[in-house]
């Protein structure tokens, strides 16, 4: 008998957008531009190749540089831990 898998997406294919897959998604939601300052909503959409961790999905945070065609975002874990992340625009929406 084997093992069962302890991967990043283990038991949470139920949490994804189930309906948003890449060939669904449409040329205004692959070309997002954001401001930095700008807050942002991190929504894990379709694609699974450079999808953020789900932990993060649904967390406001504000966008601090952008790298090629991603954007650094950080947010804040708790009173005292500030993170960022480094997240494509697909997987952003506006706050």
């Known amino acids: 008998m084997s093992k069962r898998s302890h991967g990043l997406f283990s038991g949470r294919s139920r949490h994804l957008a189930r309906h948003n897959m890449p060939s669904a998604l449409g040329i205004s939601k692959k070309i997002k531009k954001f401001d930095i300052g700008s807050k942002v909503v991190i929504m894990p959409k379709g694609n699974f190749r ?5 932990r993060y999905r649904g967390r406001v945070a504000t966008v601090v540089e952008k790298r090629g065609d991603a954007y650094v975002v950080e947010m804040k874990i708790s009173s005292s831990i500030m ?3 480094i997240v494509p625009q697909i997987h952003l929406n506006k706050f």
């Open 83 to 85: 993170r960022r992340i």
């Open 50 to 54: 450079n999808i953020p961790h789900p």
